[in-house]
């Protein structure tokens, strides 16, 4: 699994045969904290720390196809620059 942030044009594209090119501006690969296919409920991307340190929450409600399990809010570190690809 991976989570991207984009920077979209301030331009539209200049016509249907020169589409504007999205490129990811930052992206980390969360499948070491998350394998397979996590049902994942919500995200948001929190204010950066005084020291920069950028942290994601993620909620897992566990309740797909009937409860499994309690819910979880879980917050991870994030490296600022981002790996963009």
Known sequence: MR???WLL??????????PALL???RSWDL??????????E????LSPRPDGLLRL???RD???????GPSELFIL????????Q
């Open 77 to 84: 570190p994030l490296d600022p620059s981002g790996a963009a």
């Open 3 to 5: 989570l991207s942030t």
């Open 23 to 25: 490129a990811p501006e």
């Open 62 to 68: 566990n309740d797909y196809g009937g409860v499994q």
């Open 9 to 18: 044009p301030d331009t539209p594209a200049p016509g249907p045969s020169s």
């Open 57 to 59: 929450a993620l909620v």
């Open 31 to 40: 499948a070491p904290a998350f394998p397979g296919e996590p049902n994942l």
């Open 42 to 45: 919500g995200l948001a991307l």
